[in-house]
């Protein structure tokens, strides 16, 4: 098989991913779908034996499909199942990973949910948690899911990352402006 680009193997990911969204939906077993390939994905993730089965070339795929039927099938829905099927057929065993990825951010997209990043120098306080939520909820209309990160690096400050979107509050970033406000022999807006 032809190798294929980064961009190319997204594409084919994001196919797959949306037919087994339709399937799930279609089925009512979305949610069962959802924790199936998660819990495929984190296999596939962790365990070197089961990813160096899963993708040899070695192991005719009829043969590579009998075992994981034989093994786990009665753990995974019908969906699942199908679409291991379908990708040990097709020789797309290694989009594994990035069709779960494809798949969580289409039914994300599917619940209205949107993921927000926030990096700050110490874990925020609830309050301060729960006023960024509200913020973004408010002018997003999504539901938000608020992951946090402490960098001990940051002076102070927040930094906020929605979608492809940053805001950097961080004092790091406001002290490098006003260095170069300073090396250009003026004071940036508002430190004057």
């Known amino acids: 098989m032809a190798a294929v680009s980064q961009s190319g193997s997204n594409r084919v990911a994001r196919v797959y991913a949306q037919a087994l969204m339709d399937i799930g939906e279609k089925t009512g077993s979305l949610s069962r779908v959802y924790d199936d390939l998660m819990t495929m994905a984190k296999i596939y993730g962790e365990d070197r034996e089961f990813r160096a089965f899963f993708t040899s070339p070695r192991i005719e795929g009829d043969l590579k499909f009998r075992i994981l039927s034989e093994s786990i099938g009665d753990k995974?829905?019908?969906?699942?199942?199908?679409?291991?099927?379908?990708?040990?057929?097709?020789?797309?065993e290694p989009l594994l990973d990035n069709i779960a990825g494809q798949f969580e951010r289409l039914k994300d997209i599917a619940e209205g949910k949107l993921h927000v990043y926030v990096t700050t120098a110490r874990a925020l306080p609830d309050r301060q948690r729960a006023e960024i939520q509200s913020i973004v909820a408010k002018k997003s209309g999504k539901v938000v899911e608020l992951h946090e990160r402490v960098d001990g690096s940051l002076i102070g400050?927040?930094?906020?990352?929605?979608?492809?979107?940053?805001?950097?509050?961080?004092?790091?970033?406001?002290?490098?402006?006003?260095?170069?406000g300073l090396a250009k022999g003026r004071a940036p807006a508002g430190q004057e």
């Not at 995974?76 to 797309?92: A, D, E, T």
């Not at 492809?164 to 490098?176: A, F, N, P, Q």
Request: proline residues 2%; charged residues 25%.
């Open 76 to 92: 995974l829905c019908k969906p699942m199942l199908g679409l291991l099927h379908v990708m040990i057929q097709k020789g797309r």
């Open 157 to 180: 400050g927040t930094i906020v990352r929605v979608g492809d979107s940053v805001i950097d509050g961080s004092l790091r970033r406001r002290l490098v402006a006003l260095r170069k």
